[in-house]
Structure formats: C-alpha cells, structure tokens
C-alpha cells in the first residue's frame, strides 16, 4: 500500500526491495536529516569520510556517510524499474487485489476446521499474508508437502520468535499473496491442504 511517510510525520522507514519485487540485497532506509545527521556510522569504508587523520575524521555528507564502500550498483539499478512498475500499475490497485485474495483465502481457510489462522479476521486489518497452522501437521511438513504440489509458502517462526511464544506455537505456515497471484491460486492450497491430511493422518 502507499505510504506517505512525511504526512505521517515518520521518523524512520526501511523497507527491503525484495519485498517489492526488486533485488535481493537492498534497500532503503529513510530518515529525517536532523536524526541521520546526529547518528554515528556503524559500517566503514570509501566515500563515507570527507577528511580523516590518524585520530579524527568528519564524515561525509548524508547520504555518503552511511553508505560506505562499494554501493550494490546493481541492486540500486535493479530496484528502480520494480518501483516504476508498481508505480504504473498504482498502489491503490495492488492493494485492492491484495485485499480481495486475502479476503477470499480468509474466507476458503475458514472452510477446513483443523486450519487455526493468526491475526485479525477483518482483512482491513491485514497485508497480503496468512499465518496458519493445521491441528496435527507441523508447518514444516506441511511447507514441504505443499512444495510438492507446486505451492510456495513460508514456515518457521519468521524473524519472530517472541510472538510465537505468545502464540503458543513454534512455528507457522504462511501464505503470501501478491499482484501475480489470482484466485485459483487460493483454491490450489486449500485443495492441497486437504490432500495433505490425507498424505500425513490418512483421513
């Protein structure tokens, strides 16, 4: 979705371009210049420094003086077409698509009683994603056996192991909807789901 981070008065933002469609390896951190020019570097190297001596330094200007050394020339210019193209298709209408897969997956994961998803049940109050997990499946087989069917999804505890104590669950399934994904897509997991139970618990 848009994010207007100067009407939101954001301090910081960061964001990864492998979540929008870009390369792998970069991203963007986005910050006011009085908190990135009180901040100290945390990584050295070329082009961050506009003068050093054998005990003092004075950085260069923002943004150099956090990007020290070699820059992921191709990530950057990799990134910039994936923003242009999300741009013309428009972030209200990615949104809008992710809103009606979410909804209808929501709605199909409600069908299968050994399914618990997490989250809100208004996907008003969601992204594209979908964290669920079977009664007597462990996410990873389930993840593996879906894998076998041709459907991609994520298990583990991903990057959030606190949460899942406060869940009561190790891990979890996840399921990721996207402007490439469509309907069917939804209907093939909750198929396989099904096929699954009969794979591991034959029934």
Not at 6 to 23: E, I
Not at 186 to 193: G, M, R, S
Request: charge should be negative.
């Amino acid at each position: 979705m848009a994010v207007d981070a100067r009407g939101m008065n954001t301090d910081f933002l960061a964001f990864s371009a492998h979540k929008m469609l870009g390369p792998t390896g970069i991203g963007v951190l986005y910050g006011k210049q009085a908190f990135l020019e009180d901040m100290e570097p945390v990584m050295y190297g070329g082009e961050m420094i506009s003068e050093v001596g054998f005990d003092s330094v004075s950085w260069a200007d923002l943004p150099w003086k956090f990007e020290a050394g070699t820059p992921n020339i191709a990530g950057a210019a990799g990134f910039a077409p994936a923003l242009d193209y999300l741009n013309n298709i428009g972030m209200d209408q990615i949104r809008a698509h992710e809103f009606e897969l979410t909804s209808y997956a929501l709605e199909r994961l409600a069908e299968l009683d050994h399914i618990k998803v997490f989250g809100p049940d208004n996907p008003d109050h969601r992204g594209g994603t979908i964290s669920f997990v079977d009664a007597d499946i462990h996410p990873h087989d389930l993840a593996q056996f879906l894998d076998s069917k041709g459907i991609a999804v994520r298990a583990g505890h991903h990057c959030a192991q606190p949460l899942m104590g406060l869940l009561g669950v190790g891990s979890t399934a996840r399921a990721s909807f996207y402007i490439y994904n469509h309907k069917t897509d939804v209907d093939d997991l909750i198929t396989a789901l099904i096929e699954a139970r009969r794979y591991f618990l034959s029934v």
